[in-house]
């Protein structure tokens, strides 16, 4: 961990990432995950899952391919696979599971999240 003096030391060009098991990312989703990257042909891209507002809830969970991890992000690393969380976000989805399934309804990443209060039906958009 840097203290203050040691963090206004580093050069300006460094990255750092904060890494966290406050956010599962379960091992179904990262192959999964794993799969779409090998047919986009990018090996740089990571998972990135966020919160923002709106829905029938009043927030919505987003998923998206990203190459880059900004300094504030929060990193979770399954099966050599990032998942990447912005700071914003983070806040909502800590405790959170992000999953992957298939069943008749169809295939997609879902979150169990212990935050929200209430989901919709279709378990995208939450309150907390």
């Given at each position: 961990m840097l203290n203050a003096a040691a963090f206004a030391q580093l050069p300006p060009n460094i990255i750092l990432f904060?890494?966290?098991?406050?956010i599962q990312f379960s091992s179904r989703?990262?192959?999964k995950v794993a799969e779409l990257i090998q047919e986009e042909g990018?090996?740089?891209?990571?998972?990135?899952?966020?919160v923002t507002g709106g829905g029938c809830s009043g927030f919505s969970y987003g998923f998206t391919f990203d190459e880059s991890v900004e300094m504030d992000d929060s990193v979770v690393v399954q099966d050599g696979i990032k998942m990447i969380v912005d700071s914003m976000s983070y806040p909502y989805l800590v405790g959170s599971q992000i999953d992957y399934k298939?069943?008749?309804?169809?295939?997609?990443?879902v979150v169990t999240n212990p935050n929200a209060t209430n989901t919709c039906g279709c378990g995208n958009s939450f309150t907390i």
């Open positions: 904060m890494t966290t098991t406050d989703a990262a192959a990018i090996p740089e891209l990571h998972l990135r899952v966020f298939e069943d008749l309804q169809g295939s997609q990443f």
